[in-house]
């Protein structure tokens, strides 16, 4: 291999990551901000989950094929955000479009499980940590209120 061909690999890592789209992440429940967070894209990050769909239905892995698709898409279009819920649509699409339909609703459940979870995460997160809270013993109560008018 050349050296201009080597210093064209090292630099592909990262003016790769300018000619796709930011990332729009999803707020954490655990966040104070309650603000999405902008990240690059991570084009591995789809290939890994269309794998893991299709090991969910003993299917030969496609992953690579989905993750190209979906960069060529990204490179015409040129958008500078995308959300991670249209990014993960688009997949779902082009897994159909593609004709691996038992894989895309493979990977459609793992959406709607993880959805379901994050859910459940943000209610216990605004709930306090789940915790319920306990009633005042009857002589701690009476404590209380004697305290209280004393006030």
């Known amino acids: 291999m050349s050296t201009a061909s080597l210093e064209l690999e090292k630099n592909m890592g990262t003016s790769a990551s300018s000619e796709f789209p930011r990332v729009i992440r999803r707020d954490l429940p655990q966040s104070r901000l309650h603000k999405p967070r902008v990240v690059p894209w991570l084009g591995h990050k789809i290939e890994k989950a269309v794998d893991s769909a299709c090991l969910a239905v003993d299917q030969e ?26 990014l993960q649509d688009l997949v779902q699409e082009m897994l159909l479009e593609l004709g691996y339909g038992k894989v895309a609703v493979a990977y459609a ?19 306090g940590g789940g915790e319920q809270l306990e009633l005042a013993a009857p002589t701690l109560s009476t404590d209380l209120r004697e305290r209280l008018s004393f006030a």
Not at 77 to 86: A, D, S, V, Y
Not at 109 to 127: F, I, K, N, Q
């Open 109 to 127: 459940t793992y959406r709607g499980r993880r959805s379901a979870l994050r859910e459940h995460e943000t209610d216990v997160a605004l709930a």
């Open 61 to 86: 892995p496609v992953g690579k094929q989905i993750q190209a698709e979906l960069e060529f898409r990204m490179k015409k279009e040129r958008p500078l955000f995308i959300h991670i819920e249209q």
